[in-house]
């Protein structure tokens, strides 16, 4: 008993030092009903808020304009590239608000500039895949052209040059249009800051190289190649033969023929098809590819081209 | 997809037809040579979950060899299920009875047991004979080497062709014949 008495003080002290939740290792069944009460907490509240980087307390948008040049290693003219980044749809509502105000500051949007760079790169895209694709026609490197310069292209290359954050827009996050239009106002800073050579090598660093991987003749949909293949060698004279020279499986869904195309009794290409027509029409597909120099196994397209490069000669091969 | 890219795949995984004529061929044997085959072993896109099989038409499977005396020892096994349900049959029985019957279980036995191993025997096709229908024979394209030569018989030589063939002696003719 004695020994109870002299050890009763010390229980309630031990009990202090007992955890009172206990770590297991089980399934922690809390998360799920945690995380969508929390969900159901924002929504309540009307949304997931995204707050713009630029608004943030310590935003600096002339340091950011300085570092976007020379992240980019180039010289932009800070003046042009504040006006490049500025979208027209900010212009407008700064403008309403200084209304408000009754004060009046100038602001120059981005639209001059877009245009002059759209402009730019369009001729010197075209000059450089005639270059490069040198026996493609015409219509084949506009078709490519047009596709690198389309909005789906230029908007990822401008949001992935970190433009999404830095753009002056009423909007946020900003639309597809608003990255692309500011690429191409970019270009146009860059042509007044730097001259037509720098704009043209940033120009084929950023958007020529977005061909890198892809099948150019992806981009052209010829409509009728077998027409266009043989006239274009009913000009030269020789004879073009279509022959069937593989089939599998000729009775079954599962059928594939296989049609090369004869050129003077020489072997010119074939194509695969689950008829014969259109084992013909991908036979004519891949003679054309050759002709033009596209095919799967060409080289692959040289993106170090330096300077602009000459229009090419006017005996150009027409597709039409 | 583009249409070049789509033909692409479609010529790769197409089905060829191929055509293994089993006379004097041992049926284990060329098992093994036709499961590559079915299977798409010999394509260099094959894969265990890859569609890439082809189908193999077996023709003459009536005129197989099996080696030794393995007509008479070689017993099929199967269970009814019931007690007392075991039955064995030698060989020559289950040919007798139905002559696709041996190449067919040779061929299901040298795959591995799973499930695709029923769905791959359906593109095999058995003929005992020559006679194949004329839709199957217009889609086979290529044909499969048999593993050995088939032997030519003394006695389906033409007898004139027998008798011209040079000789070292001729036994002499009271010459009697044990």
Request: aromatic share 10%.
């Amino acid at each position: 008993m004695a020994f109870v008495r002299r050890f009763i003080t010390v229980i309630p002290k031990l009990a202090k030092h007992v955890p009172i939740t206990v770590q297991s290792r089980n399934i922690k069944r809390w998360v799920a009903p945690t995380l969508m009460e929390l969900k159901r907490r924002e929504d309540k509240q009307g949304g997931k808020v995204t707050n713009p980087r630029n608004t943030f307390l310590e935003w600096n948008l002339e340091a950011e304009l300085y570092a976007f040049g020379k992240r980019l290693n180039e010289e932009f003219d800070s003046d042009l590239l504040l006006q490049a980044f500025t979208d027209r749809s900010y212009v407008i509502k700064e403008e309403m608000k200084q209304k408000e105000l009754e004060i009046d500051l100038k602001m120059k949007d981005n639209r001059e500039l877009a245009e002059e760079g759209r402009k730019f790169m369009q001729e010197y895209i075209q000059l450089y895949l005639e270059t490069v694709l040198h026996k493609l026609p015409a219509e084949g490197i506009m078709c490519i052209r047009n596709h690198l310069i389309s909005e789906k292209v230029l908007s990822n290359v401008s949001f992935h040059l970190g433009t999404k954050d830095i753009i002056l827009a009423a909007e946020y996050p900003v639309d597809n249009s608003i990255l692309a239009q500011t690429f191409e106002a970019l270009v146009g800073a860059l042509l007044q800051s730097c001259g037509e050579e720098r704009a043209a090598h940033f120009v084929r660093d950023f958007v020529i190289t977005q061909l890198q991987g892809q099948d150019v003749n992806e981009f052209w949909e010829i409509e009728d190649p077998w027409t266009m293949l043989t006239e274009m060698i009913s000009k030269t004279g020789s004879e073009l033969e279509p022959r069937l020279i593989g089939e599998v499986a000729k009775n079954t869904l599962l059928a594939c023929y296989r049609v090369g195309l004869y050129l003077d009794k020489k072997m010119m290409s074939s194509g695969f098809g689950e008829t014969v027509a259109i084992a013909k029409e991908m036979a004519a597909r891949e003679a054309l590819k050759k002709i033009f120099g596209t095919e799967e196994t060409m080289h692959p397209i040289n993106f170090k081209l330096n300077g602009i490069p000459k229009s090419r000669s006017q005996s150009k091969i027409s597709a039409s | 997809m583009s249409a070049a890219k789509r033909v692409q795949q479609w010529a790769t995984f197409a089905r060829t037809w191929h055509i293994f004529d089993c006379k004097w061929q041992d049926p284990y044997q060329s098992a093994d040579l036709i499961k590559k085959y079915l299977m798409g072993m010999h394509k260099p896109i094959y894969h265990p979950m890859n569609d890439c099989g082809d189908v193999v038409v077996c023709i003459n499977s009536r005129d197989i060899a099996l080696r030794g005396d393995e007509w008479k020892k070689r017993a099929y096994f199967h269970h009814t299920g019931y007690p007392g349900g075991a039955s064995w049959t030698l060989a020559w029985e289950v040919h007798n009875k139905d002559p696709t019957m041996i190449i067919k279980k040779a061929v299901y036995r040298s795959m591995k047991g799973n499930l695709q191993r029923r769905h791959t025997m359906e593109r095999l096709l058995i003929y005992p004979d020559e006679e194949v229908p004329e839709d199957v024979l217009q889609n086979v394209t290529n044909q499969i080497r048999q593993l050995r030569l088939v032997p030519t018989r003394l006695d389906h030589i033409p007898e004139d062709e027998v008798r011209k063939f040079p000789k070292v002696m001729d036994y002499p003719k009271d010459y009697v014949y044990k």
